[in-house]
């Protein structure tokens, strides 16, 4: 069978620290005639720590397209991801005022009025 051949199922290789010191694979996820299938084991006892876990993956997925694509950031590509899962999870769209300006940011000084001005209005 060759490689193209769409009944071989294409898996990653193993990473060679769980080659050298053995491991526990806790998360699997496939493309199966355009369909998305995962497999995963109950490794942790509290569900939220998955949380932990997507998110150290959107972190390292961003860093695997920071390095294959030119100009492309990890900060880019981890917000596109985190967005993306964000919206997929039902997170409603905030939109940050366009006038808001960050936390100890200075106002600038208001123009003083030349003494012309101040006699025009006496």
């Known amino acids: 069978m060759a490689d193209d051949d769409p009944r071989v199922y294409q ?28 497999t995963a084991l109950r490794a942790f006892e509290d569900a939220g720590k998955w949380g932990e876990v997507l998110g150290d993956i959107a972190r390292r997925l961003g860093a ?7 100009g492309l950031t990890k900060q880019d590509a981890t917000v596109a991801i985190v967005e993306a899962f964000a919206t997929e999870m039902g997170a409603k769209t905030v939109k940050a005022p366009a006038a808001a ?3 100890g940011a200075k106002r600038k000084p208001a123009k ?5 001005q101040r006699r025009k209005r006496r």
């Open 11 to 38: 898996a990653l290789a193993l990473p060679n620290e769980a080659l050298e010191n053995g491991g526990l694979e806790i998360l699997r996820a496939g493309i199966i005639n355009d369909e998305l299938y995962v």
């Open 64 to 70: 695997i397209y920071a390095a294959q694509v030119p």
């Open 101 to 103: 300006k960050p936390r």
């Open 112 to 116: 003083q009025k030349s003494t012309a």
